[in-house]
C-alpha cells in the first residue's frame, strides 16, 4: 500500500522553460490541497450490508438470484506526494492533489472475499473550460471488469449536524425508468426461494434492511451525538460535472442480443462525522449503489458500510 519514500508527483518542463530548473536536485514543489478529502486520509474497519441482484444462467427458468451479505471491511488512504500535473489546451496547466486507496470487504457470516477495490480521490481545482467550480473524482477499478470515473462539486462546508442519510432501495425498474419499479418474491425473506442467499448467509439479516439497506446506518448513529459532517458525493454519470463514466469488460458487455451485467452508473455518498466535538473525524460512513443492466432490467447494487478509523 505505501508509496516508495522517494516518490513525488511534479511537473515536469515545457518546452520554453530550463531544463536545469527540474533537476532532481530542484526544492521539491509545495504540497496543495486535499481540500475537504484531508480527513479520508488514514486506515478505516469496521461492517456493513451489501444487496446485489446477479444475473443467473442455470436454471434457464430464472434471470435473476438476490444475493445478500454481512460485510466487513478495511479502507486505506494515502496520500499521494506532491502534485498531479494536468496539461491544458484550452485553458492553461492545473495541479490536482490525490490520495490513493485500497477497500477489500469479506462475507462477516462465511468468510468470503467479496470485493477488492484500488483507487484514487483527487481534489480539482476550479477550471475555465469547462466552466467547473472546485470538484472532487473517485477512479476506481474493479476486479470483477469494471472501472469507473465518478465526480461530485466540493464546495460547501462541512455541516455542523449529523447527516441525513435517506431511504433508498432495491427494487429493479425498466432501464431509464427509475419510477417503474418492480417486486420479486426475493426481496421477501418469509418467502422461500432458492435464488436468494441461503439462511447461513443471513445471520444478522432484517427485513427492514433489504428494503432499505441505508437503515443499516441510520441504526449505527441512532444513539451518537455527532457534531459536524463533511459529505464526499460523486456519480459516474455526466451531471452535475462533465465527463465521468463506466466502462466494462467484453464478458460484462455481452453481445448483440443483451449484456451479461453492465455496470452503467455508480453514485456513493462519504460522511466523514466528528463524535462528540473531536477535531477529527473518527467514523465513516458510506452508501452506494451501482446500476447493473441485463434482461431489459436496471438492478440495483447496494452497498453500505459504517467504519472506525484505526490510524
Known amino acids: 500500500m505505501d508509496l516508495a519514500s522517494d516518490f513525488v508527483m511534479r511537473p515536469l518542463s515545457n518546452v520554453d522553460e530550463d531544463e ?11 504540497p496543495g490541497t486535499l481540500g475537504r478529502l484531508a480527513g479520508l486520509e ?3 474497519s469496521g461492517t456493513g450490508f451489501n444487496v446485489i441482484w446477479r444475473p443467473n444462467s442455470k436454471p434457464a427458468d430464472q434471470d435473476r438470484f438476490l444475493q445478500i451479505n454481512v460485510t466487513k471491511e478495511t479502507l486505506e488512504f494515502q496520500r499521494i506526494a506532491g502534485e498531479i500535473p494536468n496539461r491544458g489546451l484550452l485553458q492553461e496547466d492545473m495541479n490536482m492533489v490525490g490520495l490513493h486507496y485500497l477497500q477489500q470487504i469479506s462475507d462477516k457470516n462465511l468468510g468470503a ?13 476550479v477550471t475555465s473550460n469547462p466552466k467547473e467550480p472546485v470538484t472532487i473524482v473517485r477512479m476506481a477499478t474493479i476486479p470483477h471488469g469494471t472501472s469507473i470515473v465518478a465526480q461530485g462539486v ?45 439462511a447461513a448467509g443471513l445471520v444478522g439479516v432484517t427485513q427492514a434492511m433489504v ?12 444513539h451518537q451525538k455527532i457534531t459536524a459532517t463533511t459529505r464526499l458525493q460523486v456519480t459516474s454519470a ?31 455518498t462519504f460522511w466523514l462525522e ?31 458500510a459504517t467504519l472506525t478509523r484505526t490510524h
Do not use: C
Not at 536545469?20 to 509545495?30: G, I, N, R, Y
Not at 472475499?113 to 481545482?125: K, M, N, S
Not at 428494503?211 to 441512532?222: K, T
Open 20 to 30: 536545469d530548473s527540474f533537476s532532481s536536485a530542484a526544492v521539491k514543489p509545495a
Open 42 to 44: 488514514g486506515k478505516w
Open 113 to 125: 472475499g467479496l470485493h477488492f477495490e484500488p483507487g484514487i480521490w483527487a481534489h480539482v481545482p
Open 154 to 198: 466540493s464546495a460547501k462546508a462541512d455541516e455542523t449536524v449529523a447527516p441525513v442519510i435517506p431511504k433508498i432501495g432495491i427494487k429493479p425498474f425498466g432501464i431509464g425508468s427509475p419510477k417503474d419499479t418492480l417486486d420479486f418474491e426475493e426481496q421477501d425473506l418469509k418467502t422461500k426461494t432458492k435464488f436468494r442467499t441461503p
Open 211 to 222: 428494503n432499505d439497506p441505508n437503515s443499516v446506518l441510520r441504526a449505527a448513529i441512532a
Open 238 to 268: 455526466h451531471k452535475p460535472v462533465v465527463g465521468g463514466g463506466t466502462a466494462n469488460t467484453a464478458f460484462l458487455v455481452g453481445a448483440a442480443d443483451g449484456p451479461n451485467a453492465v455496470a452503467a452508473t455508480v453514485t456513493s
Open 274 to 304: 466528528k463524535l462528540n466535538g473531536e477535531a477529527k473525524a473518527s467514523q465513516l460512513q458510506y452508501t452506494q449503489t451501482v446500476l447493473l443492466n441485463f434482461n431489459g432490467l436496471s438492478w440495483p447494487h447496494v452497498s453500505v
